[in-house]
Every structure is written in C-alpha cells, then in structure tokens.
C-alpha cells in the first residue's frame, strides 16, 4: 500500500476511537436532521425532500472543524514531526486528511437519507448523480479549506476562533438555516459570494428538483466547488509546516486569503443576474405553494 | 574521512538572531557510535535535525549516506531512523500499529514482530499510546527508529527525563546496535552516557565543538587527574590553591574548589594544612575519578550538568 493509503487508514482508526468525533459528525448532525425533518418540515414528505439539500450541506461543511483541528493538534504535539523524518510528504498527510474525512462522512450522509425513507416517507431523493457529486466535492473543498486554516493557526484555540468566524456566516448566509428567500436583501448579497450557498443551492436543486448534473444550477456549483477545492488543497500543501515551532510565513494569510477569490468573482456574477437567488427562490415558493409542489417545466434548465 | 557515513563541515544555523550552531565539523564513520555531548542548548539538536533532514542550514556542507540532507530528502530519509526529542504519537495508535504503520513508509523493512520483542514491548502490543508510561513510550520511539534497518541511526537525548532503571534498559539496548555494528549518532547531556556508549564523542559548547576524541583520549588530554571538589567556610582564591603541592589545576566553579591533581594524597595534605593556616575550614570534599567532566570544565570554567 502507498504511503497515502495507510495514512488513511490510520486517520479513519483514530477518529473512530475519539469521542468528540462521535458528537461533531454522529449527533450534531442526525440532530440537524431530526430538527429539519420533524420541526421545520412537520414531517411531510415534501418538506423533508425541500429540507434535505440544507441537511446533507451541514453534514458535509460541518466536517471541516474536527479536520482543521486535528492537523493543528498533530501539530502542536510534535506527531507530524515523527513524520517528518519518514518519506511520507506534505501531500500524503493532507490528501489522507481529505479522504478520511470523505469516507467517515459518508456513512453519516447515507443514514440521513435513509432516516429520511423509513421515518419520512420521502420516495424521491432527486437526482442521484447530482447529489453524490456535489456530497463529494463538497466534502473535499470544505476538508481544503479545514487543511488552509489549519495552515494559518499555531494553537487550538487559533484554529477553534476561525472556523467559528468561518462557520457562521456559512450556516446563517446560505440557506442551511434560514431559507435563503427568507433572508433580508443585504444577506442575500454577502451570501452570494459563500461557497456554501452554492452547495446548498445545488443540493437543494438536485434532491428536491431533480435537476441533473449538467444543468446550469448544478453545473455552476460542481465546478466552483472544484476550482476552490484545488486551489485551497494546493495552497494547503505550500502552506503546510511540519514542526510545531515553524513560523506561519507573512504572505501564507495573504495566500490564504486568495482561496476567496472563485467566489468572490462568482458572487459579483450572481449579484447582477440573480440566478441563483431566483432559483432558491422559486424552489422556496414551490414548497409554500401546495398547486406548485413540482418544478416548472423548463424553469430550471 | 573519504568513506564516512556523516560529514559536518563548518556547520551554522540561526535562529533568527541567535547562532545556535557556530562552525561545527565532524565525521562518522561506519559502524561508529558517535556521541555529542554539551548541555542543554549548546545546539546538538539543531546539528542531528539538519543531519536528519528536518532542518535547514545557513551555511556550511553536511553529507550523511553520501546525500545532501535537503536537495535528497526524500532518498536519505529511507537510509535513516531518528528517535526524535519532542516527539509524539497519537493517543489513540497501538504499539503494533505504530511499529506497522511506520515500517509501511519504507522501501526496506524490518519485522515488526522481531523489534516488539527486542524492545520488550510484546505484551503491550494492543495497548494505546496514551497508556503507555514514560520507559514504555521510549522504547517504541527506539523501536520505530529502527523499522527500516537504517544505515544511520539517530537517537536524540535517549534518556533524558528517565529513571535510572530505565536508562539502564536503553543503555542495554544501545550496546546491542553497538555490538551490531550499527552505525549510532546521538546526543546527551549525560557524561556517564558518553563515556560508556560512545566509541568517539564531541564535546559541544555554545554551538561549538570544544573537544573531540574517544573518551579515553579526551580524558587522558585532560591531564588524566583525579578531581578533588571542595567547598570552604571562606572563600579561596584558585590562584592561591594552585601553588599548592601535589595540585596540577585548581579553578573555583560556581563556588566550589575544584582541583585536579595527579597525586590527591599530597594535594590533600598541602591543601589542610594551607587551610589550617589561613584559618579556613573545610565544609566538604568529594574525589572523583577523571571523567568527561573534567575535560569540561577545563575547556569552559563552567560544570556540565541538567
């Protein structure tokens, strides 16, 4: 087995045997899901079908907190060190990262779907190419963007203060939360430039519309998620630092910083032609209205 | 010198400001145990992780295998093993699944099996690292220096923060590569370590190699005298105690008389009977063998000591 490969294996070890994971990627999520489905949705198939895209995006960026944390903590406790010394590369500790990550959250993303079956009564999930899709560059992009900001912080509590700066705005400005055509028109503009909006969108589209993966509004999302995804694993790579005492490089943060450029071109894009806040809007309206509970025909293609 | 394994030629590295390394050369021959010996913060660490790879240098030339330390990184790092000082694991590995896992990176193996039972850690096979106690920890972190049968071992202050007991155990260990042939760079801070691990040893001081020879020379060097410490009620002056008869060298080391004689009986003697004279008195008086020490303290005026 390559280097890579036993890395894997060995973070998928250890996350299962720590608890915390047992909380930030078991019950914080199926807690999501039970409040979305049960108290947002009222149980109506319809609405949990609506509330699954928000659900599942949550799963997938929520996985970005125990992976930033765990980087910093090798870190910060001279494990990387230990590495350093073999062969293994900066690119096989941080890609193991990312598809440790992928396989631990996709358990949690199945079991939703299937709670959403047995408990829900949802028959239809969408487009099921979309949606793997989507789940698995989501889940890749937000593990990069964890890995950046493992990058840029020298201690736990560093790294615990961003991603809350990061997560935030995230959950509240995509729609994860607070349906995007419910937000106030200011949020709706700074939400645009969020790759979590677009996830969320883009999930929401293909499970509750059914909208395939070569279509505008999936298409759109798959293939910003892909730019920002290589470049912050990219940027992760030339940022990484072995040793604990390693200084965090001047123009790293300005790098780092530069991951939000893809969305922030494509948010002053979406600002003008309302694309993607019109679909939101229009699958929002669609649950709300009960004559409209299908897409309209060509709407969305 | 064209066949060592390790060669260190004029080697400087800062930090920031601060010149941990001034102008360090050495080499290491095959099959050598070669020990850096100096106190804490004399830069023998910073020397060993550039060797390793893991640091980079200001200036000067350092080959290990025949390799360049940072242009072949990654070549050199299967030829090594390093037991590293601030090092971990995490919590949650087992003992065989670091030791698998380890010896996984390498294109050349050793049987995990046999390093467990080398190292005596069979029984803790299945335990989780974080359970493991401080002897058990560096026993493994020895073991896993050695999953690939490296050419060149290093081992970073092996003992120090261990119980006695337990540094006997490494010592036991140490013996063992040595009598394999292995070719062994470590530092230490432990004199007694030194001189009976290491065929040669360094003797390092503010980032400067202050002595090298095998222990044996380097003590002859030191004139091969026994020391005699005292410690007086008044205060003596090292260039009074060293007309004394029988005395070879006397400084005052933070306080205390150290002499060095070669015939302690006479240098006793005289020494009482200045003291009586003066109306001085003796509080205590230690006579030690000749050791690294000694060779210390004459090159610095200052103890070697944790």
């Given amino acids: ?301 | 010198m064209a066949n060592s394994v390790i060669q260190v030629e004029n080697l400087v590295k800062r930090y920031g400001d601060v010149e941990a390394v001034r102008g360090v050369s050495f080499a290491v021959e095959e099959g050598e145990v070669f020990g850096l010996l100096g106190p804490n913060g004399a830069g023998k660490t910073s020397t060993v992780e550039i060797l390793e790879g893991l640091r980079t240098l200001d200036s000067g030339r350092v080959s290990v295998c025949g390799l360049d330390p940072q242009r072949n990184a990654q070549e050199l790092k299967h030829e090594i093993g390093a037991a590293l000082q601030s090092t971990s694991l995490p919590d949650k590995l087992r003992v065989m699944e670091a030791l698998r896992l380890f010896s996984s990176f390498y294109k050349r193996r050793r049987d995990p099996e046999d390093l467990l039972k080398r190292f005596g850690l069979e029984e803790k096979r299945n335990t989780f690292y974080n359970q493991l106690s401080g002897g058990q920890k560096q026993r493994l972190a020895l073991a896993m220096a050695l999953v690939n049968d490296p050419k060149v071992v290093f081992f970073d202050e092996p003992t120090a923060g261990l119980d006695p007991q337990v540094r006997r155990e490494i010592y036991d260990i140490i013996e063992e590569l040595k009598r394999e042939k292995k070719t062994l760079v470590m530092t230490t801070h432990y004199i007694e370590e030194a001189e009976r691990l290491c065929d040669r040893v360094a003797i390092v001081d503010h980032g400067k190699v202050i002595a090298l020879g095998t222990p044996r020379d380097l003590k002859a060097h030191a004139g091969g005298a026994t020391r005699i410490e005292v410690r007086l009620s008044k205060p003596e002056t090292d260039g009074v105690l060293k007309t004394l008869d029988g005395v070879a060298d006397a400084r005052v080391v933070d306080g205390t008389c150290v002499i060095h004689s070669k015939r302690p009986p006479q240098a006793i003697v005289s020494l009482v009977k200045h003291l009586e004279a003066q109306g001085n008195e003796l509080i205590s008086l230690e006579i030690a063998t000749p050791s690294l020490e000694d060779v210390f303290i004459e090159m610095t005026g200052r103890r070697l000591r944790d």
Avoid at chain 1, 78 to 85: A, E, P, Q, T, W
Wanted: glycine share 6%; aromatic share 14%.
């Fill in chain 1, 1 to 301: 087995m390559t280097n890579f490969a036993t890395l894997t294996r060995m973070r998928i070890q250890l996350t299962l045997r720590n608890k915390m994971f047992l909380f930030f990627s078991v019950i914080m999520p199926f807690g999501f899901f039970f409040l979305y489905a049960g108290v947002f949705a009222k149980g109506v198939p319809l609405g949990v079908q609506y509330f699954m895209g928000p659900v599942i995006a949550l799963t997938v960026m929520g996985s970005f907190w125990g992976l930033s944390a765990a980087l910093v903590m090798f870190r910060e406790q001279g494990i990387l060190r230990r590495f350093h010394v073999t062969p293994v590369t900066p690119s096989d500790m941080l890609a193991s990262s990312v598809v440790a990550n992928f396989v631990l959250t996709l358990p949690t993303v199945l079991l939703e779907f299937l709670f959403a079956r047995t408990i829900f009564h949802v028959t239809h999930f969408g487009d099921l190419l979309s949606t793997f899709l989507l789940i698995a560059l989501g889940t890749v992009s937000f593990a990069s963007m964890g890995l950046v900001v493992a990058s840029v912080t020298n201690t736990m509590q560093e790294t615990q203060v961003i991603n809350q700066i990061i997560w935030f705005p995230l959950i509240f400005l995509s729609g994860a939360t607070v349906p995007l055509a419910n937000l106030p028109q200011v949020a709706k503009r700074v939400g645009l430039f969020l790759p979590a909006t677009y996830l969320v969108t883009g999930l929401q589209s293909a499970i509750y519309w059914a909208v395939a993966p070569w279509s505008v509004d999936v298409l759109l999302a798959l293939c910003s998620l892909a730019v920002w995804g290589a470049l912050t694993f990219f940027l992760s790579a030339q940022l990484f630092r072995w040793e604990p005492e390693s200084k965090i490089p001047r123009r790293a943060k300005l790098l780092a910083a530069a991951t939000a450029i893809p969305f922030f071109l494509l948010g002053i894009w979406e600002n003008k032609t309302n694309r993607t806040m019109a679909q939101a809007q229009a699958m929002f309206e669609s649950l709300s209205g009960p004559s409209k509970s299908a897409p309209p025909a060509d709407s969305h293609k």
